[in-house]
């Protein structure tokens, strides 16, 4: 019983938050559809009408250059010695021929030549030859000025013609008149290929050029005023486009437009366009259709989704219940494999302490080995030396061998101390080593092996001592350990040559070099047990003890192939300055 009550109180706690979010949705989307259209309403008509005062500016232009170009005319034609024979000889036989030919120059709608009486003997238009304009303003304001007079004529068809005309005068006296019509007609048929309703008006506002034929000759109350009742529909329409706020300066046809007036710099006439909102409310209007479809589109997708939540949430719950099933086996299985690798890893790490225990006996003694052959080969060979001295009764050279012998037990001391103190080597235990002595002390360590070989030695030592920071003991055991391979590498040479060069400079550098058969694997040259010689001659330790000596020093040994056969060992060193040296360059 109580779970059948709570399920529907739980329905009902979620369908309150539901109807919240709709009616929250539906109420945003009326506010951002009446933004959009207030913003963009505003936005387009600024725009349209911007681009309708940049129209009237150009019409306004091609207006005035128009009548600047046939003002020019009548200046022009009043000097033509043709003409004014003519005007006196009265013989007019060439004169309309001539102005056909000007015609086509200047691009005029027609030419008239007048005598004193106002006749029209020669024009253009070969039909208007004869007639009589004694009374026409043209003529006789054109008689009484000075210069070139414009003249506005209303013609009978309904129209307006716009003339320039000026006297003709010989020995002072006027002898006639010319007449230049201009064409504005064009103008007006070019302004009709647009939307925009077109009117010039002249000083009395009398509106004179219009794209609207019936327009002409009112004024523009007037010609605002006839047209037909608007009917019901276009005060509908009206009423449709007055919603949206558009700031309407006129109706034309039932239809809002916005009202564009320019001056035009001629004789007080102006100029005014009507623009459709056509293209705004088109615009507009689109961008809503988009807004209002992406919130229909929205409601749908919530409509699909909560219809889907009821079944998805069913699927969910099945499918989680399979999963878990499933994982409750996999974590079985993870289980018991993870006691088994257990198991395994406790024999896998008692395995590896056993091998890491031998591994390190083994080293131990591979060290320890390597390092005393050097002097038990060297005190055998002392032995020998003094047993032969003996011999020969030389007892005080034998002695110096037993001394030699002596300074190789110690020194066969000193290197078993230091292989139990490699693990807590310190900087306080070393001490200014000269480096060229500890040279001398390897070569003379080194020379009787040198000698059972007869190499060919060269070294190159400095003047005076050569300091640095380090164990002396430790660093002639680098020095006999690259003497060593050196001599080891120059078997197979037939004149062995090994070369030892010891220079002081912001660093200490003792080069070794020989002429053997050179380094092969260069990469593995430093690691432990990697050796080229056959068993029994050497373990591979010499190179990595000298290594971490070198590097206990703060240095490094390095190692090349020389260009010219052989190998080159390089060991840089810092150079030791005692206190008072490094104060005084401070």
Same mark, same amino acid.
């Given at each position: ?294 919130? %229909?589109? &929205?409601? *749908? ?7 889907? =939540? !009821?079944? @998805?949430?069913? /699927? ?121 002595? %500890?040279? &001398?002390? *390897? ?7 040198? =000698? !059972?070989? @007869?190499?060919? /030695? ?123 040296? &490094?104060? *005084?360059?401070?």
């Amino acid at each position: 019983m109580n779970e059948t009550t709570a399920e529907p109180l739980s329905r009902n706690n979620l369908r309150w938050p539901m109807r919240t979010a709709f009616a929250v949705l539906v109420v945003l989307a009326v506010v951002v559809v009446f933004v959009t259209n207030q913003f963009l309403t505003q936005r387009f008509t600024e725009t349209t009408r911007n681009r309708a005062e940049v129209r009237s500016t150009l019409y306004v232009g091609n207006l005035i250059s128009e009548l600047q170009r046939a003002s020019i005319v009548p200046q022009l034609l009043v000097r033509d010695p043709a003409l004014i024979s003519a005007l006196n000889s009265s013989d007019y036989t060439q004169s309309t021929q001539r102005l056909m030919s000007f015609v086509e120059e200047i691009d005029a709608a027609s030419l008239i030549l007048l005598d004193r009486d106002g006749r029209t003997v020669a024009a253009t238009d070969r039909n208007r030859l004869g007639e009589i304009h004694r009374s026409a303003p043209y003529f006789v304001d054109a008689l009484r000025a000075s210069g070139t007079v414009f003249n506005v004529t209303e013609l009978d068809s309904g129209g307006y013609q716009f003339a320039y005309s000026r006297k003709l005068e010989d020995s002072g006296s006027a002898i006639g008149a010319i007449v230049v019509t201009v064409d504005l007609a064009t103008l007006e048929r070019s302004w009709a290929g647009i939307a925009d309703a077109v009117f010039v008006s002249d000083s009395e506002g009398r509106i004179i050029l219009s794209t609207e034929p019936r327009w002409r000759g009112l004024t523009e109350a007037e010609a605002l005023t006839r047209q037909s009742a608007p009917s019901a529909i276009e005060r509908a329409i009206r009423v449709t486009q007055d919603w949206s706020a558009l700031p309407v300066d006129a109706y034309l046809r039932g239809e809002a437009v916005m009202r564009n007036e320019t001056r035009v710099p001629f004789r007080g006439w102006k100029m005014v366009t009507f623009t459709t909102y056509a293209s705004v409310r088109e615009r507009v209007n689109g961008v809503l259709a988009l807004e209002i479809m992406g919130f %229909a589109i &929205l409601l *749908a997708g919530i409509f699909w989704l909560l219809s889907r =939540k !009821a079944a @998805s949430r069913i /699927l969910f719950f099945q499918r989680e219940s399979a999963e878990l099933r499933q994982l409750n086996r996999q974590l079985q299985r993870a289980i018991a494999e993870r006691d088994k690798m257990e198991k395994s890893l406790e024999v896998a790490e008692q395995t590896l302490a056993q091998s890491s225990k031998l591994a390190a006996l083994g080293e131990m003694s591979a060290a320890v080995s390597h390092e005393l052959n050097q002097p038990l080969a060297a005190m055998k060979t002392y032995l020998a030396g003094a047993r032969l001295l003996m011999n020969r009764k030389r007892n005080e050279e034998a002695l110096a061998s037993f001394q030699r012998i002596d300074d190789l037990i110690e020194r066969m001391g000193a290197i078993t101390r230091q292989l139990k103190s490699y693990a807590r080597k310190g900087a306080e235990q070393f001490e200014p080593v000269d480096a060229r002595a %500890a040279v &001398l002390s *390897a070569l003379s360590m080194m020379e009787p092996q040198l =000698k !059972a070989r @007869s190499v060919n /030695l060269t070294r190159t030592l400095p003047g005076d001592p050569v300091l640095i920071l380090g164990d002396r003991l430790r660093l002639e055991q680098v020095i006999i350990n690259l003497l060593r391979n050196a001599l080891d590498a120059t078997k197979t040479s037939k004149e062995p040559q090994i070369d030892i060069l010891l220079a002081a400079g912001d660093t200490v550098r003792l080069t070794v070099r020989d002429n053997g058969d050179g380094i092969e694997d260069l990469d593995a040259l430093f690691e432990p047990f990697y050796t080229t010689k056959q068993p029994g001659d050497g373990v591979g330790l010499g190179l990595a003890i000298s290594s971490g000596i070198v590097s206990d020093f703060g240095g490094r040994l390095t190692a090349r192939n020389a260009a010219d056969g052989g190998a080159v060992f390089e060991v840089q060193l810092p150079i030791w300055k005692d206190r008072e040296e &490094l104060d *005084a360059a401070e």
